[in-house]
């Protein structure tokens, strides 16, 4: 057990000594773009209208937002996140409207992502799940329900989620493109997927 502890301390120093290309704690933003070997850590702030896109292997780690509004098309928190081609994103916080995966002048995407917090609300899935599943939810396996498109449960936290997943033609029903893992996987998880991408470079955003 305490060599198990020890590794787990290991882990999270390595994470918070580590850099990020932009680091964004509060302001807002109309959009954001990610390109290969860009890294993006968020605390805080907005991203709306074009929102956050994810391009080649990028990686974004989003820890908090703003709040969503209620509107037609939510003015706080971050509006959009597509993820394209071998990008990878973290949520662990924050409050997204709608979160897609793949598709991209009819390429086939392999990005992923990495769920253990915070409020999504809707997960649009444009990806073939038969040999990967592209989307990892940490949570309380015995809490969850999936119903007529409506997925719900507990994080691990305690706190309740309930996203949307929209299934497109074409493509695998999005409930098929998740895996859910208990704890304590989730250190392990945001660990080895923070220190893969994170970069030695930052521009602090505000």
């Not at 509004?69 to 990008?87: A, C, R």
């Not at 990005?111 to 997960?123: C, P, Q, W």
Request: glycine fraction near 10%.
């Amino acid at each position: 057990m305490r060599n198990r502890t020890i590794i787990w301390v290991l882990l999270l120093t390595s994470i918070s000594f580590a850099e990020y290309t932009y680091v964004i704690d509060g302001g807002f933003y109309g959009g954001f773009v990610l390109h290969n070997g860009d890294t993006l850590l968020m605390t805080d702030g907005t991203i709306n209208a074009n929102s956050l896109s994810l391009h080649d292997a990028s990686y974004a780690n989003i820890h908090g937002t703003t709040p969503l509004t209620q509107d037609t098309i939510p003015k706080g928190g971050i509006s959009f996140i597509t993820l394209f081609d071998h990008s990878h994103l973290d949520i662990s916080g924050g409050e997204i409207w709608k979160l897609h995966l793949g598709y991209y002048a009819g390429l086939r995407s392999d990005a992923t992502v990495t769920l253990s917090g915070g409020r999504i609300d809707y997960i649009y899935s444009h990806q073939y799940s038969n040999e990967t599943k592209h989307i990892t939810m940490i949570c309380d396996v015995s809490t969850v329900n999936y119903s007529d498109g409506l997925l719900t449960g507990k994080w691990s936290n305690g706190d309740h989620f309930s996203i949307r997943l929209v299934d497109i033609d074409g493509y695998d029903p999005a409930y098929s493109n998740i895996q859910f893992i208990p704890e304590p996987a989730t250190m392990l998880l945001f660990a080895v997927g923070g220190i893969c991408f994170v970069r030695k470079r930052r521009t602090r955003c505000r």
